[in-house]
């Protein structure tokens, strides 16, 4: 079981403040972790229950991550997340659930460009598989990352060659949201997004520069998390 106590002041000048909201930020986490690997099997699989609890809200989610080898060269990897708000009466922008991966609230993650004024920006250009973690980025009527403070649900799959499906919607939507593309290394290449209104599908080399994302992870959290 893992518990931490963060406090973080955001300065608006230093964040986009349609993914932040500026001020003071106490937070409580609770977290569970697990991890199974039967002998013998051709699966392993591991879990992550938290809750977390700040001023004004609070949230729980389940992360399950699958993984299958069929043989030693061909498997796939799949991730089932889940999450919705017990109390969202007050919720900051960095706690919504962004459909299009998150934002990293608790800062435990290192993030190129917190500010969207870069080609580095969070969730617009990084993407950090966070909430429903959805690789291609899904906008509301304003241009906006799409997020809620409901419950939300996502979908991973990655096969050991380079391509990826992803699902996600949640109460606050009609549409179930599905993305897939290709992957090399920690380039995001989307060939097709549902929500897309002219274009679904890639049709040239533009179509796929305008929307391609990158990961660039390193988790900061473990080095401040207190573990009994």
Known sequence: MNTGIQYAY???AAFDTTLYTFGGHPVVELGIRQGWRPKGEKYSLSTHTEIKFGNGFSTASFET???LNFTKKLGVDIRLWT?????NKKVPNHFRSYLSGGVDPTFSSFILDRTGQSKMAIIQNQ???QGPGLRGVVVDENGSPLASTGFTWGVNVDPSFPIYLDMAGGDDFTDTFTAAGL????IILPLYQSWETEGKTA?????VKERM???FNFDLGQLTQISF
Request: no cysteine; hydrophobic share 40%; glycine share 8%.
């Open 10 to 12: 955001l300065d608006s």
């Open 65 to 67: 991550k699958i993984k």
């Open 83 to 87: 999450g919705s708000f017990l109390n």
């Open 127 to 129: 993407y950090l598989q």
């Open 183 to 186: 992957k090399f290394g920690p």
């Open 203 to 207: 049709e040239d080399w533009h179509w």
């Open 213 to 215: 994302r990158f990961i």
